[in-house]
């Protein structure tokens, strides 16, 4: 249940149309739903705006078939990332007009619409899509407009800042990016919104699973950059979707 929903849940039992009785059931699990191997945050799309989104990669099929479902008879959108292609042919198979995103490992249902600004997502290498996908879907299932902006990292910095006009015309970025991570800063310089930088895992030896971007994003002097965990593009996107969100309903 969303804010809209429960406000005219209650312009219903203010106009007789629905009884006391009948709206306290509808009411009565909303903080949660208690599934014994999960507890389910039902309350969360009330009071942050989107709904929780469930992490795949380390439950059975059958527990994110029962989390979807209690999201799926609230009627909230459905986001689950890091989503086995196996896990994902069971959730087509009960919700056909779901979609799984191979790339991003993402399982998105629309439900309702959502409502955010601008969001570009902009990677270092193509070895960084799969993080950057999952950023992008994340942000455009919060409703955020994406621009992709791939392949552009600081090895041929004339890439760049060929779309730097284009990347700055967002109400916040995703910047994607593994080896050194040295793209975050240089993005950083050349915008004046938020920048969020993804380090990968993306390189060889000396970069440590992703530990050297980590620690260059970590250090960068450009002030408006933040940082996510490694490979952490569900985070990145979301983020920036919600910046977006404020900033973009002004």
Known sequence: ????????????????????????????????????????????????????????????????????????????????TRLQPDKAEALLAAYPKGEYHALARIFHLKQGKQKAGKVSVVTAGTGDLPVAEEAAITAEAMGATVKRVYDVGVAGLHRLLKRREEIQDAHAIVVVAGMEGALASVVGGLVGIPVVAVPTSVGYGANFGGVSALLTMVNSCASNVATMNIDNGFGGGFYAALISRTKGQR
Do not use: N
């Not at 945050?41 to 009071?47: K, Q, V, W």
């Open 1 to 80: 249940m969303d804010e809209k929903t429960l406000t005219r849940l209650l312009e219903q039992v203010k106009g007789g149309k629905v009884s006391v009785d009948a709206a306290v059931g509808q009411l009565k699990d909303l903080p949660f739903a208690e599934l014994g191997y999960a507890t389910v945050d039902t309350h969360r799309s009330l009071r942050f705006g989107f709904p929780e989104v469930v992490f795949g990669e380390p439950k059975t099929a059958e527990q994110v078939l029962g989390i979807v479902g209690k999201l799926v008879e609230r009627k909230q959108p459905v986001l689950v």
